[in-house]
């Protein structure tokens, strides 16, 4: 524990203290040992007792509507310290009172489910919200924002879909825009993450070959968030396992109208859809076109490859090379390596054989995809954020840096 919080302690108690004084005093004269309490904390305190300290201060604060808030001020404080147990017991302490009006017991509970789900007592947490979300209109939108959160990382989508769907915005009678919520500056609108849960069961439906259903879902997703890219990316896959080709790499195509930058998670489907629809032709113009329009790396690869396979592995070097001047990447470096390794032999082969080595390490000791939102790096791509919680918001890492 640091100076500050105790500061704060200190100061919150002593108003807290006096405001339960002021109103004890209105009512009986029975609260004369709540100096000594008080006294008795602030002893502790200064024999560096901090735990001590802050039982001290929990006992001699008289819980009354005047003091609710400097008790859950403190329990928050707590909680966001990570003394989970101390904040748990300051707030249920708050709900054995029978006194308090009832917003205030509703206050209370908000604060109490909120300590389960720092504890990761989720169940607990889960039981206080559903009964919130009935009973108390003032806190039902912070009920099922916790809700959800709970939902979402015990995977149970379907109840996830349902909360979700009651958070969303509603639409105004006139067609105007719905109002913003006061506190959703830096939060995600609801039907990006709606979208998402749907895309999760189907995914679900996927694995388990139940396609049709799975489809169903992904239009679903769209419906919530036209601009769900992995809607898109999925529908195309499901498509392709179904043998709709055509309608797959409809699907794929889709991906570029909604976020250019992740072309290149669409290829490998587009060009088994391709092969079978016997038009490679068609995909080498698409691909050389968005390669024009969006130029990335993985783009820069792919052309190459076409060009290889069509007119060999010098052409596609010569591409590569004047590609990397432009816009140098390390996957492009190691491609052309390796080009030029089938054409030479001998100590220059081993030479290239090393390079190729170390490019390929330094390849994999660097993050691939970045989130936009908090930065959080990883090797591969994640839909869900684990360091900001947002959905969508990880994206390949551009430049020279790995791509
Ligand atoms: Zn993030």
């Not at 024999?47 to 008790?71: C, K």
């Not at 916790?146 to 015990?154: A, D, F, V």
């Not at 979700?164 to 500056?185: C, H, I, M, V, Y």
């Not at 976020?259 to 391709?274: G, N, Q, S």
Request: net charge positive; proline share 5%.
């Amino acid at each position: 524990m640091d100076l500050l919080l105790f500061a704060t302690l200190v100061a919150a108690i002593a108003i807290g203290w006096f405001l339960g004084r002021r109103s004890a005093h209105a009512h009986t004269a029975s609260h004369a040992d709540l100096p000594s309490q008080y006294y008795r904390g602030l002893n502790y305190l200064l024999d560096g007792r901090p735990d001590g300290a802050v039982d001290a201060f929990i006992n001699a604060l008289e819980v009354n509507s005047e003091t609710l808030e400097t008790h859950i001020a403190l329990g928050n404080l707590l909680r966001k310290r990570g003394e989970v147990d101390r904040a748990i017991r300051i707030h249920q302490n708050l709900l054995a009172r029978p006194s308090l009006p009832r917003p205030q017991v509703h206050q209370a509970h908000l604060e109490l489910a909120r300590d389960y789900i720092s504890a990761g007592l989720l169940d607990r947490a889960e039981r206080l919200l559903l009964d919130l979300q009935k009973e108390s209109p003032e806190q039902r939108r912070a009920s099922q924002r916790h809700l959800l959160e709970i939902y979402q990382s015990e995977r149970e989508w379907p109840q996830a879909i349902e909360v979700a769907t009651q958070l969303l915005p509603r639409k105004s009678l006139l067609g105007g825009n719905p109002p913003r919520e006061p506190d959703g500056a830096s939060r995600q609108p609801v039907s990006v993450a709606l979208a998402h849960y749907y895309c999760e069961l189907a995914c679900e439906r996927q694995a388990e070959g139940k396609l049709a259903e799975a489809g169903t879902l992904l239009q679903q997703a769209l419906t919530q968030d036209k601009q769900c890219v992995r809607a898109s990316i999925m529908q195309g896959e499901v498509e392709y396992a179904a043998g709709n080709y055509k309608q797959a790499v409809k699907a794929l195509r889709r991906v570029r109208q909604q976020d250019p930058e992740f072309i290149p998670e669409t290829i490998a489907t587009l060009r088994k859809c391709y092969a079978e629809l016997g038009d490679t032709r068609a995909l080498r113009t698409y691909l050389k076109d968005c390669l024009a329009a969006n130029p990335s790396a993985p783009l820069v690869l792919a052309v190459a490859e076409d060009l290889r396979t069509a007119e060999g592995g010098d052409a596609a070097a010569e591409f590569l090379s004047r590609q990397l001047a432009d816009r140098p990447s390390l996957r492009g470096l190691a491609r052309l390596i390796s080009l030029q390794m089938d054409e030479t032999r001998g100590k220059v082969r081993d030479n290239l054989g090393l390079l190729q080595v170390l490019v390929d390490r330094l390849i994999a000791e660097r993050p691939a995809y970045r989130c936009g939102h908090c930065g959080f790096a990883g090797r591969q791509l994640h839909w869900f954020c684990p360091g900001c919680k947002h959905w969508g918001t990880i994206k390949a890492i551009r430049g020279t840096r790995v791509d």
